[in-house]
């Protein structure tokens, strides 16, 4: 038995397994013993009551706690993402699953798992071109040629749609002047630098001249630009949209679940759909050859 064990284990001893184990599991996130459960070297009792959740988020992925004022930016930004309307594909895959009968996990598993790219990826997205365009510009304002440029090869590798700007159902995205406001009001106390919605500007000119009207900045253009404010990477920035969202997919699935009934789906079926298939027809099977004749049987 102990060859089997020195074979599976390369020759090492019950302690170097455990240790090497510990080592392959290690965090530096939470420490937890009996009575004890230590946050980023916090004591929790110790975070209860005095820091806000935003304020926990960040110490979560970054390690040490935000400035009030930092909590507040993040906040803000949490709080306008949170519900875009039951058209919104998340927010309606929430309902149609609680209609299906599944309880509140499987109705927001269901939903977080369509925000990938297409739906949920464009703050990501953005943050990855303001980021390539202030690495480009060195600590400078973005000049006009490194913004076009910049724009131009985010376009050759994930077509002619730039994430942030222009919205489908708002001309003007209420959202982000408001919270465009707020980076501005953040810029004069010395909070943050004011780079990036620099940035994000010179995209919206830049977009304005090459369709000959303003494609004004949305939600996703302003929380990209307050996530880079912060510090945040852009992987960070999708999570941190899917945190705010996750409360706009529970309260739909909850209300659904008020409603109540297995519907198979929220929309009612007196709302017409289109259809665009083959006009009816009818099989001949033995014509097209699944049946056999009685020569062939």
Known sequence: MSGKMSRKTGGMTPEQVIEDAKSWWSTAIIDIEPGKIGVRGYPIQELIGAVSFPQMIWLML???????????????????????????????????????????NGA????????????????????????????????????????????????????????????????????????????????RAGTVSGRYPAIALAIERSLGRRKGQTIPMNIDGATAVIYCELGFAPQLGRGLFILSRSVGILSHAWEQMQQGGRIKG?????????????????????????????EER
């Not at 706690?65 to 949490?78: D, G, H, I, K, T």
């Open 62 to 104: 970054r390690g040490e706690l935000p400035s009030r004022a930092q909590a507040a930016l993040l906040e803000a930004s949490l709080v306008a993402a949170v519900d875009h309307g039951p058209h919104a594909p998340s927010i309606a895959i929430s309902r149609m699953a609680v209609t299906c009968g599944l309880g509140v």
């Open 108 to 187: 927001m598993a269901s939903a977080i798992n369509a925000l990938d790219d297409v739906h949920g990826g464009a703050g990501q997205q953005c943050m990855e071109l303001l980021s390539a365009i202030a690495a480009r510009s060195d600590g400078a304002a973005p000049t006009p040629e490194i913004v076009d440029e910049e724009i131009e090869r985010f376009m050759a590798a994930h077509g002619k749609i730039i994430p942030g700007f222009g919205h489908r159902f708002h001309p003007v995205d209420p959202r982000a002047p408001k919270l465009l406001e707020l980076v501005r009001a953040a810029q």
């Open 266 to 294: 929220p929309m009612t079926p007196s709302i017409p759909y289109r259809y665009v298939g083959p006009a009816e027809r009818h099989l001949d099977a033995r014509a097209a050859g699944l049946v056999q004749s009685k």
